[in-house]
């Protein structure tokens, strides 16, 4: 859907100046509820475009008659992401995605049809407003192993964008509403995209946090230094990749790292993507990765697996004997600065035991709420202590830091709301929101 409206005359607002490389700034504003004004130089044939955009709120979608086998036990005591069965149309992985049901439109039938016996909420089942999983009562009408019929209304959520066309018009184009992971609408080559509008669901009205103008295209280079991390934090290593003697590194890490939720984890894992890319800048190397990782876990619960058992630090980790390892850990996040010296100085004396070099990579952003944010924009400081800690300890000692925090900070500033990078709207990245990872590690290596 396009539509573009063209105004004389500059509306003033809540105006956010938008730059790209070599391109002039434009000026996006909201100006109503759902109105946008833009003021772009094209800096061509058209030296100044100004428009008002309209954009769509969100839609009230409606499932008739979703047929469950059977229902489980609602459980008011479990995560409130996982108290029963999920509705088809909110499936976000392993998941539903939360905040897009209307909890009041839920009507739980015997059969497909309005003369079918209904069952009451409460008595008979119960579900969770937020995240949708809907599951039986005990001792209510339905039984263990009945199917169940059930209509229900919701949204979904969409990323829209402002683009300025070859001919030097602007259109608003919405994009393809979804429960999870949406996408912005596609420009060509002769288009620029000066804005997205994220669309969350159900909202009342635009708002700053909605509006994702392009400050940048693509994630900023880093200052040219001397010496490359690498060859300052990881210097074996590299020797290794250059010389063509065998490398083995290991992943390590918890869900993100075992990428049990990806649908080719052959391909899109963040260690299999980094390994493709380092083969490329260095052709004669041997490579061997390794994985050893365990979803919902962190560091301390490797620590304490008794030996013998899976997933036991001495065995697994150590037991590996690589000469790189990678950790990745977003489940450390609860650890402080304090914590991490106290936790991380344990680990590289055990690596340095081993004579194997580190690479600690800093956490992806998870959904705003879980990292105290009321916003997907304006959010470069990772306000998480852990992160903080990484950062002073791969300072203070010899170890390289891959910061994907720093990048994932910075994805607003390309349009992106981050947390539509996760496939279950919390904190498992997509493969696009793993390559964030590999960009992060590969920046730490010079160019052959």
Known sequence: ???????????????????????????????????????????????????????????????????????????????????????????????????????????????????????????????????????????????????????????????????????????????????????????????????????????????????????????????????????????????????????RILAWGDSVTEGAYLAQPEREHWQQQFVVRLRQRFPQAKIELVTEAWGGRTTGSYLAVPPGEPHNYQETVLGAKPDLAISEFVNDAGLNPEMVENRYGKLLTDFQGIDAEWIILTPHYVRPDWMGLDRQNDIDEDPRPYVKGLREFAARHPVALADASLRYGRLWRQGIPYNSLMVNCINHPGPEGLSIFADALMELFPQK
């Open 1 to 247: 859907m396009l539509r573009t409206h063209v105004l004389a005359l500059f509306i003033s607002g809540l105006a956010t100046s938008v730059t790209s490389a070599a391109e002039p700034a434009a000026h996006v504003a909201l100006v109503g509820d759902w109105a946008i004004k833009v003021d772009v130089a094209d800096g061509k044939n058209h030296p100044k475009v100004s428009a008002l955009v309209a954009v769509d709120a969100p839609r009230l979608f409606t499932v008739t008659a979703e047929r469950h086998a059977s229902l489980p036990i609602y459980d008011p005591a479990g995560p409130q992401y996982r108290r029963g069965a999920r509705l088809a149309a909110l499936i976000a992985e392993s998941l539903t995605a939360p905040d897009l049901l209307d909890p009041a439109s839920v009507v739980v039938r015997s059969g497909p049809n309005e003369t079918d016996e209904t069952f009451v909420r409460g008595r008979d089942y119960e579900f969770e407003n937020r995240w949708g999983g809907i599951g039986r009562v005990a001792g209510g009408r339905i039984a263990e192993g009945s199917p169940v019929f059930i209509s229900y209304q919701h949204y979904l959520s969409r990323i829209d964008s402002i683009v300025l066309t070859g001919a030097g018009e602007l259109e608003y184009r919405v994009g393809k509403p979804a429960a999870e992971t949406p996408k912005a609408p596609q420009v060509i080559a002769t288009e620029r995209r000066l804005a997205n509008v994220w669309i969350p669901g159900q909202i009342e009205r635009l708002t700053k946090k909605n509006l994702f103008p392009i400050m940048e295209t693509a994630y900023p280079k880093p200052a040219m230094t001397s010496l490359s991390p690498a060859e300052q934090k990881i210097p074996r290593a590299l020797a290794k990749l250059r010389s063509g003697e065998r490398l």
